[in-house]
């Protein structure tokens, strides 16, 4: 669809420029109209106007155009002397004879063409009506208006108009094709002898046989130019012609004056000229602008088809009746090792390199018998490539009279899939212990491997062709899968989805063998497609998976069996846990009494001991303390191995808990050669956590570091806050850990293995603790060392809000030393002869 675009300027300018000439051509054609005539014999204004308006198109714009030929035609018509309701009549008729013609010629939204004579026919009957409805117009304009006749106009102005459009509109089709090349000399030549026959002929003096002589001229223009020039040279031989002879020149007009005949007939005689000229000329344009293309799609479809033929991977030569070569393509050319033009001419028997000549040429030279059948196969001896085995469709070319007269090779090299044909059976052959098996639609077998004879135990020749894939399984599994998909037992079972368009589908099926034994096979079924992507067939690929899936019923049933057994691990664990809890629980009673009548005995509640009593006494209630904390731990780790960690938070600061913890343990390193670092800053430690726990936790570092160390060493405590934590390290120059040991201290009982070659006792729950302490805050504890290199763990811990410096309900202010601890006090750590703990 042409959308319009009214506001182009270009087309602007060119409409009025176009109306100007329509204005100039109608009121020179009504002045030199003949004495006595109501009518001019020549009306180059509506030749003008259509030509325009078959330039424009289909569109709005063309309308428009042709809306202003009634005032430009109008206005000549006034200016020419005619009354002005004639003048306005004859604007309308020539309007209406431009809307026939340009409408008829633009139909089903196409744009007028001269390129088949089918346009050429198109192009006269719309003359012809445009013509026929100016005339009418035109003679009822004359009858009416001037009185004049009417028949008489009709027949004048009809050919008159008939023979102006066919000069001007060839121009208008012929303005949006393609320019022509640069001039060539041939084409100045027939131009210089249009333009001087039709000026000479049509000059003063000449006879009237010579009338026609310029129209050999526009023939030589119409078969070697192109249309736009043929277009042109017609519209000029019109308009000399018409001009020479209304100046009285010419055949025409010289004809008159010695016959005396009258001016509409010379009119008719110009006119007649004009339309034999026009005629004869685009008729031999158009055929030879068709019989141009044709040869163009000729050309074209010849190259194409050689172009196809040598890109073609298949070989085609085509030989001739005797025998020899016209043609091959670049494929056989190849094969055989010599350029095309070296083939052709030669002997099909000599150039094909075949062991058998003699037969091929006995065959080739029959060609017209039709002795070479329209299927073969042949051997081919290449050399570099060695036996290539060539598959030949061949066909005959036939004459009007049905001889043969050529024959058509078409060859496939068929060595490479002959291999890989082969490859594939044995591959298929060597699969032993793959099931491989093809089935058809139906679910007959099309293909038994070995594999599958092994397997089902079933030979191919027997199952091949006549066999239903079904009955080879277990009838009774195919039936209950059928019934979970309700369907009917079958085929479908197996291949349903793939018929639903799955790619493949994997499971295990039941087979019986012909010994009747059952086989679990892990079969996979998928669709075997044409080219159009529809379903052929069916490949089933299977491995027999019966000692695997015994082997996995077996494990699942070890499986269960040793989850049974953890359960049972598991229940005795928490017994055990229950029972260390009980113990620990009744033993601590009686030895809180111990350690009390201790520190009565130490008071003099029962009289005053020697000094070697109370040492002795002092040493009841020193490992009292040290029972007392194994008992705790033991119930702390029981707490911890049940899930009841229950830790009473709360906001605190813990520079007083740690200070509690350094005092704990300040009574047995001052009696040690150690050297003490306590370090803790100016400014509140908060954190949200248990008081009691977080201080068992510094006193669990703290009495490690104070058991690895030798005398002479140093144990340090600092605590800073950091970046959203508050970090605590203890730090000793002790023994050291182990690398390879570093994660392991943290389990429970696990003591490390210098402390087992130095006999250094202890529970291992110590260390275990702290991490449960710890983790239980949100926290993390690490530890680096080095054997004989001291050891230093960090412990980070969530820092509370910044802004709050004491909890109200902590009972602990920042300048306060921390409250008590809710644990019973730790015993004191003798000196490390005397008392020997392990890693805890």
């Not at 409409?15 to 003949?34: C, E, K, M, S, W």
Request: aromatic share 6%; charged share 20%.
């Amino acid at each position: 669809m042409t959308v319009p675009v009214l506001g182009r300027p270009r087309w602007w300018v060119s409409a009025f420029l176009a109306h100007v000439g329509i204005f100039v051509l109608g009121a020179t054609a009504v002045r030199f109209a003949p004495p006595g005539s109501t009518v001019a014999v020549w009306w180059p204004a509506g030749g003008l106007a259509v030509s325009f308006a078959l330039a424009t198109g289909r569109s709005a714009r063309a309308w428009i155009f042709i809306a202003g030929v009634v005032v430009s035609s109008g206005l000549a018509n006034a200016y020419a002397g005619r009354p002005p309701l004639v003048a306005a009549c004859f604007g309308f008729a020539n309007a209406a004879e431009t809307a026939v013609v340009h409408g008829l010629l633009t139909r089903e939204r196409r744009r007028p063409t001269l390129a088949s004579m089918d346009d050429l026919w198109r192009l006269l009957a719309a003359t012809l009506a445009g013509a026929l409805v100016f005339g009418l117009l035109a003679g009822l304009t004359v009858r009416l208006g001037l009185g004049g006749p009417f028949l008489a106009t009709v027949y004048a102005v009809a050919a008159s108009h008939a023979a102006a459009v066919l000069v001007f509109a060839p121009l208008g089709i012929a303005a949006r094709s393609a320019r022509g090349r640069r001039p060539s000399l041939e084409a100045v030549v027939q131009w210089v002898g249009v333009v001087g026959v039709t000026a000479w002929v049509f000059g003063a003096g000449q006879s009237l046989p010579l009338a026609f002589l310029p129209i050999p001229l526009l023939v030589w223009g119409a078969l070697r130019l192109s249309l736009r020039t043929v277009a042109v040279q017609l519209l000029l031989v019109g308009v000399l012609a018409v001009v020479l002879t209304s100046l009285g020149g010419g055949p025409f007009a010289g004809a008159a004056t010695l016959t005396g005949i009258r001016p509409e007939t010379v009119g008719a005689l110009t006119q007649a000229f004009l339309a034999t000229a026009a005629v004869t000329t685009l008729a031999l344009a158009v055929a030879a602008t068709q019989r141009r293309t044709a040869l163009g799609d000729l050309r074209s479809e010849v190259e194409l088809t050689g172009v196809v033929l040598d890109t073609a991977a298949s070989l085609i030569v085509v030989v001739g009746g005797e025998g020899r070569i016209e043609r091959l393509n670049a494929t056989a050319a190849r094969l055989l090792g010599r350029p095309e033009p070296a083939l052709v001419g030669r002997l099909a028997a000599d150039v094909f390199p075949v062991a058998d000549r003699e037969a091929v040429a006995s065959r080739m030279s029959r060609i017209a018998e039709g002795a070479v059948p329209l299927g073969e196969e042949q051997d081919w001896h290449v050399e570099g490539l060695g036996v290539r085995r060539i598959v030949w469709t061949n066909s005959y070319l036939t004459d009007g009279q049905g001889r043969r007269t050529h024959l058509v090779k078409t060859g496939v090299d068929v060595t490479d899939e002959r291999a890989s044909r082969a490859f594939i059976e044995t591959v298929l052959e060597a699969a032993t212990a793959t099931v491989i098996v093809g089935l058809d639609l139906e679910g007959r077998i099309t293909l038994f491997n070995p594999g599958a004879e092994n397997v089902l135990g079933h030979r191919a020749e027997d199952v091949v062709g006549h066999h239903d894939w079904t009955l080879l399984h277990d009838w009774s599994q195919v039936e209950g899968h059928a019934a979970e998909l309700g369907i009917e037992p079958g085929l479908d079972v197996l291949v349903h989805r793939v018929r639903e368009g799955a790619s493949a589908d994997t499971r295990d099926w039941a087979y019986v063998r012909r010994d009747g034994q059952r086989r679990t096979v892990s079969l996979t079924v998928s669709g075997i497609r044409g080219d159009g992507g529809h379903l052929t067939g069916y490949l089933a690929v299977g491995e027999d998976v019966t000692h695997r899936r015994q082997a996995e019923v077996a494990l699942q049933v070890a499986l269960e069996r040793e989850r049974q057994a953890v359960e049972e691990l598991t229940e005795l664990d928490r017994t055990k846990s229950d029972f260390v809890s009980s113990v620990s629980h009744e033993l601590r009673t009686p030895l809180a009494s111990v350690l009390g009548y201790s520190e009565m005995l130490e008071d003099g509640a029962a009289g005053p001991l020697t000094d070697r009593q109370l040492e002795l006494v002092a040493r009841v209630d020193r490992n009292g303390r040290r029972l007392l904390s194994l008992i705790e731990d033991l119930l702390f780790n029981s707490r911890i191995e049940s899930g009841r960690l229950d830790l009473a938070t709360l906001r605190c600061d813990l520079r007083p808990v740690l200070t509690q913890a350094w005092h704990a343990v300040e009574s047995v390193t001052q009696e040690r050669d150690l050297a003490r670092e306590l370090d803790l800053p100016a400014s509140p430690l908060w954190v949200e956590g248990d008081p009691a726990a977080l201080e068992r936790m510094a006193m669990n570092l703290l009495t490690n570091a104070v058991k690895f160390t030798p005398d002479g060493g140093r144990v340090a405590l600092a605590a800073r806050r950091g970046d959203g934590d508050v970090r605590l390290v203890v730090s000793d120059s002790g023994i050291g850990i182990e690398r390879a040991e570093h994660e392991r201290v943290f389990a429970r009982f696990y003591r490390t293995s210098v402390a087992n070659e130095r006999a250094i006792q202890g529970s291992g729950l110590g260390l275990s603790i702290v991490r449960a302490i710890v983790e239980g805050h949100g926290g993390s504890v690490d530890v680096e060392s080095e054997p004989d290199a001291g050891a230093t763990f960090t412990v980070i811990l969530p820092a509370a809000d910044l802004e709050m410096r004491a909890d109200p309900t902590s009972g602990m202010d920042s300048d306060e030393p921390a409250t008590k601890s809710r644990f019973a006090p730790y015993g004191e750590v003798q000196n490390q002869s005397e008392t020997r703990d392990g890693p805890d």
